[in-house]
């Protein structure tokens, strides 16, 4: 994703050229990327009215629900007191272009909010690149995954693979930062890629072997599988991962090593899991301890929201970070 900090209001149009940008890649038109340029400065805006610090992530996806653009502001800021009344068309953030985040709600194909005063805000859009009338389905999962600040490879890289049964999920940290950690990386996945349809260990197993040229990582690999209520997990390094119940958070085990170089074992290991958990994936770009206090509530919102919270609050200056968030029947 690109990560535009927004501190001051010139910011506000380095953060629309940016999803402009994004939007074009991905051949938006000019109607459909000027509703992407409205949006963002209506976000923008806002976090340099009301919540600065903030930032501005921007990023394209692709899943069961389309492919467009995707927008998350996250801030510090005093937050809202009254959800109803910001998102109220009129409610303007002063100085845009448009109506607030009335706007934004309207403008975007799926839009998701949380709010807490005294802690900030942290809002998802996402834009379509063609609008439909039809319902639209709900994102299984989201993700941020941002570089190191002042490089353009990021050393992180996650793929998920959603099955009849369930889901398959992994994130690779590859060693370090920069062009050779996103080579590793990338090679990780092109072996889940390929092995994808295996268990979590044997694909872990793949990608152990296939990762010896490079110089390694940490990786996890995650399978839910539906009809059984389980998810299995295996991983080697400090990729983490966890299941959200509720106010409960189950950490899962992940070994020591450095894939492509060394690892004592490979192991799978088993967690329950209902239909309305949370598993979240981070690398060690986030702070292990992270939690979801902040926002209380948002563990039923959109995955990119919940990756969005923990990304905002816990993550290291000193490294590439990813959060993946995978919910189990989001429709």
Same mark, same amino acid.
């Given at each position: 994703m ?7 209001a010139?910011?506000v ?11 074009q ?6 109607t459909?990327? @000027? ?5 963002v400065?209506e ?15 921007v ?18 800021g ?7 009344s ?6 303007s ?6 109506e607030?985040?009335?706007?934004v709600?309207?403008?975007s194909d799926?839009?998701? $909010?949380?709010?807490?005063p005294g ?5 998802l ?12 389905s ?9 570089p ?17 049964? @369930? ?6 940290? @590859?060693?370090?930062h920069g062009p ?10 092109r072996?889940?890629?390929h092995?994808r349809?295996?268990s ?5 197993s793949? $990608? ?5 040229h490079?110089?390694g ?15 299995t ?11 959200v ?7 899962t ?14 192991q ?7 239909p309305?958990?949370?598993?979240v994936?981070?690398?060690d770009? $986030?702070v292990?301890?992270?939690?979801l206090?902040a ?5 039923g ?12 609050d ?11 968030v995978v ?5």
């Amino acid at each position: 994703m690109d990560r535009v900090t927004v501190t001051e209001a010139s910011q506000v149009a380095e953060a629309r050229r940016r999803a402009v940008a994004a939007a074009q890649s991905i051949g938006f038109d000019e109607t459909a990327a @000027g509703r992407v340029a409205l949006v963002v400065t209506e976000l923008a805006t806002n976090v340099v009215k009301y919540g600065v610090p903030g930032e501005i992530l921007v990023g394209t996806y692709e899943d069961a629900t389309g492919s467009g653009v995707e927008i998350l502001a996250l801030d510090k800021g005093g937050g809202f007191s009254d959800l109803g009344s910001a998102l109220r068309d009129g409610h303007s953030t002063g100085g845009s272009a448009g109506e607030g985040l009335g706007a934004v709600q309207r403008l975007s194909d799926a839009f998701d $909010i949380a709010s807490r005063p005294g802690v900030g805000t942290a809002v998802l859009a996402r834009l379509l690149g063609v609008r439909t009338t039809a319902a639209a389905s709900a994102a299984t999962f989201g993700a941020v995954t941002v570089p190191l600040r002042g490089e353009t490879a990021n050393g992180d890289a996650y793929a998920v693979h959603e099955r009849p049964d @369930g889901w398959t999920a992994i994130v690779a940290d @590859g060693l370090g930062h920069g062009p050779e950690a996103a080579k590793a990386s990338e090679e990780a996945l092109r072996w889940f890629r390929h092995h994808r349809d295996k268990s979590p260990g044997a694909i872990l197993s793949a $990608i152990h072997a296939g990762l010896a040229h490079t110089r390694g990582g940490a990786v996890s690999v995650a399978r839910y599988n539906r009809d059984a209520g389980i998810l299995t997990f295996a991983g080697i390094g400090n990729v983490l991962g966890a299941v959200v119940s509720g106010a409960v958070t189950k950490r899962t085990v992940s070994l020591a090593g450095t894939a492509g170089h060394a690892a004592r074992r490979i192991q799978e290991f088993e967690y329950p899991m209902r239909p309305d958990d949370l598993f979240v994936l981070c690398s060690d770009g $986030i702070v292990t301890g992270w939690s979801l206090d902040a926002f209380p509530g948002i563990a039923g919102g959109y995955p990119s929201l919940v990756a969005g919270a923990i990304y905002r609050d816990f993550a290291r200056a000193r490294d590439d970070a990813t959060v993946l968030v995978v919910r189990e029947d989001a429709a």
